[in-house]
């Protein structure tokens, strides 16, 4: 089973160049989310979806876009990269918002 | 204050030992709570959730003291391949996690 995939995988931006992450899901879930994790500072929420056709912002929302194209996925944005947004970035899934979450892979994402 | 504080360690045990965690939250209303765990440069995933009562899987028991707000992860025969981030996890309302920064274990040989 593929689960959560995010693609790419890694990706080297220069400042000021846009970018959208992929994420999909294959269980049916109807919640999504995307984190970003920075060295001691834990995961922190960027946007989620509880349901298909709703968006809204989470901690960090400042410079990212999504869209939750359907069910099975949702998009991460960044309309102009800055080195500040150098990350790595991960999307989850639940069957029911804030319960059990299950990742990708996670994109790894460097801005010069 | 953060939401949801851990000692990030690192934890260095050697193979067998029984080592715990600790995690505090400030918030009274968060309603259920998690342990998950995260590899080297992997994605986190879900070990075991935390129950009023406390709860057992094998070598490692959870509990839950709401009158002290935290929560606690032990593990029993340590082994090497516990080694690991564990990532406190509490959910609130609005169908959000909240995540702790992760406590560090390296069991060593």
């Known amino acids: 089973n593929a689960g959560v995939t995010q693609t790419p995988k890694f990706q080297v931006l220069k400042t000021g160049q846009s970018m959208t992450l992929q994420c999909a899901q294959d269980?049916?879930?109807?919640?999504m989310y995307w984190y970003r994790q920075d060295p001691g500072m834990g995961l922190r929420l960027i946007y989620y979806s509880a349901s298909e056709g709703t968006t809204d912002k989470g901690e960090v929302p400042n410079g990212y876009n999504v869209s939750r194209l359907n069910k099975r996925e949702f998009s991460l944005r960044l309309e102009s990269a800055a080195p500040s947004q150098t990350s790595v970035y991960f999307c989850?899934?639940?069957?029911?918002?804030?319960?059990?979450?299950?990742f990708g892979p996670g994109t790894r994402l460097t801005v010069t | 204050r953060k939401e949801v504080e851990q000692d990030p360690g690192p934890f260095n045990v050697p193979e067998g030992a029984t080592v715990a965690f600790n995690c505090t939250y400030s918030?009274?209303?968060?309603?259920?709570f998690f342990w998950y765990r995260q590899d080297c440069r992997k994605e986190p995933k879900l070990l075991m959730s935390v129950y009023s009562s406390g709860n057992e899987d094998g070598r490692f028991t959870a509990q839950l003291n709401r009158a002290s707000q935290y929560i606690s992860l032990l593990i029993r025969d340590s082994k090497l391949s516990d080694s690991a981030t564990y990532l406190c996890?509490?959910?609130?309302?609005?169908?959000?996690?909240?995540f702790g920064q992760g406590t560090e274990l390296s069991v060593k040989p």
């Open positions: 918030n009274s209303a968060s309603q259920s």
């Open positions: 269980m049916n879930h109807n919640s």
């Open positions: 989850a899934s639940s069957d029911v918002a804030g319960y059990e979450q299950y």
């Open positions: 996890v509490l959910y609130n309302q609005g169908g959000k996690l909240i």
